[in-house]
């Protein structure tokens, strides 16, 4: 009886089930919604991220008031900007830390990716599998020197995964020289890697053999290195981002990047940069590498590697580096890396961002943005410290989290979205599209303008 009980029970609960998937689906496939439904998408997306996802966002977040009375939530994208459920646009000045590269929902990376799907999805594993094999030839002839095997991830956490296991293959050696404020990701071997005390402190110890050295002091990169030999720890490679992104754009000192490699050479170890964040045009060349005119041994690629479409990542590597991986390709490798649909994004954005001079013209928009926004913030010196970014890679920073937060929720109101939530503000990223047009830049800068002379200190 209790049996049947449950089983009928069950029974009501996947019909509900289902008629909620159909729900869903049915305002997937919408070109537009109505005010009704916004609110029942508004209502469900709350009550989901209580519930099931972590109620932990709904606080931190500025899209969201503290009393839960209005949350935004966001909907459809395209070039700059994306609208919430309601139809409100935003200036997209956070492009998921610098995933928007070549726009939201670029149309050609869009129709490579669609003409993809209607042919082939994923791949058999074991067939040769066509776009793999000439992403990587285009990958080799865009990255900088002579990079040239490419090992596609799903994520930036991933490739910088995938790069440190090779470089243990390859060197026989143990130690790794991360950088204080470094972002590598947060999977345990990526955030041994990572500097944020917040972020390792619960997971220790991570992987042995990680040492962190101030980020742009290169002495005591140099005493690392040398005690390390000394001790009979030599350093299997040493990884760093070029310009600091999650730290809060930190740029490197002068010539910082190349007294690194010749450390590395010097005492044989490989240089990682993880251009996760610098990479494909965002700082006015196609790779930082390129900027500071230093050729690593391997580099890490994802966020604006799909294209802003497609999750797809990378690392890029020496032959007589990657050559450790030759003889059993087996020893590190991915169910869903390289995909096709991926492979199609990512070939199809590195198109986009050649034929459309990107790169040249985040160089140009950006060095536009950087002025303006050192001219807005004239006579708020109590307020912002400084302002500073290549590229469109741009950080303003505050003398205060407080103020930074203050400004970010301010500009949010005002439709621009900028980097910074209630723990993290004391930097605020502008990261936009490199299609963002000088109208979008202008509406941004007096929107900035405008709240930071609201906001108190
Ligand atoms: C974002 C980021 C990562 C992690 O990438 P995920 O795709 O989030 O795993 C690693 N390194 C840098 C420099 C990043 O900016």
Redesign the pocket.
């Known amino acids: 009886m209790s049996i049947d009980l449950s089983r009928e029970l069950k029974k009501e609960q996947n019909k509900n089930v289902s008629d909620y998937i159909n729900k869903v689906l049915s305002l997937i496939e919408k070109e537009e919604i109505n005010e009704e439904e916004a609110g029942w998408i508004t209502k469900e997306t709350v009550d989901g991220f209580r519930e099931h996802v972590n109620p932990g966002f709904l606080s931190y977040r500025k899209t969201v008031t503290k009393d839960g009375q209005f949350a935004a939530v966001e909907w459809s994208d395209n070039g700059s900007c994306f609208k919430d459920v309601n139809g409100k646009e935003y200036i997209d000045c956070l492009g998921g830390?610098?995933i928007y590269n070549v726009g939201h929902r670029n149309p050609k990376v869009v129709k490579a990716v669609t003409d993809q799907l209607k042919r082939q999805a994923l791949h058999s594993q074991d067939l040769l599998d066509p776009l793999r094999a000439m992403l990587a030839k285009i990958l080799a002839d865009i990255t900088p020197g002579d990079l040239k095997y490419a090992f596609f991830t799903n994520?930036?956490?991933?490739s910088?995964e995938a790069a440190l296991k090779l470089a243990k293959m390859y060197s026989e050696r143990t130690t790794f020289i991360s950088t204080t404020r470094a972002?590598?990701?947060?999977s345990l071997g990526?955030l041994s890697g990572t500097a944020k005390g917040m972020f390792r402190k619960p997971f220790l110890p991570l992987i042995p053999g990680f040492r962190h050295v101030p980020f742009g002091d290169i002495d005591m990169m140099r005493k690392t290195f040398e005690v390390c030999s000394s001790v009979g720890e030599d350093v299997a490679a040493v990884i760093l981002?070029p310009i600091q992104?999650?730290g809060g754009i930190i740029l490197p000192p002068e010539n910082y990047l190349k007294e690194v490699r010749e450390l590395c050479d010097q005492f044989g170890a490989l240089l990682i940069f993880?251009e996760?964040?610098t990479g494909m045009g965002r700082t006015g060349k196609m790779f930082a590498a390129d900027l500071y005119e230093v050729v690593p041994d391997i580099i890490?690629l994802?966020?604006a590697f799909g294209g802003g479409v497609m999750p797809a990542?990378a690392i890029v590597a020496k032959e007589e580096v990657f050559k450790s991986w030759f003889e059993n390709p087996f020893m590190h490798t991915t169910t869903f890396g390289g995909n096709p649909l991926a492979c199609a994004a990512a070939i199809a954005t590195i198109g986009v961002l050649i034929e459309e001079k990107l790169p040249e013209r985040a160089a140009e928009v950006g060095e536009y943005f950087l002025e303006e926004l050192k001219k807005a913030a004239k006579g708020h010196e109590d307020k912002v410290l400084e302002i500073r970014g290549k590229g469109l890679m741009i950080g303003i920073e505050f003398h205060k989290d407080e103020i930074g937060y203050d400004v970010s929720k301010g500009m949010f109101d005002l439709g621009v979205l900028v980097a910074g939530t209630l723990i993290n503000s004391k930097t605020i990223r502008i990261e936009p599209s490199l299609t963002i047009r000088y109208e979008e830049v202008d509406k941004v800068v007096s929107t900035f303008k405008q709240v930071l002379s609201q906001v108190s200190v």
Do not use: I
């Open positions: 830390f610098g994520s930036g956490t991933e910088v972002f590598h990701g947060k990526s981002e992104g999650e993880d996760v964040q890490c994802a966020k990542g």
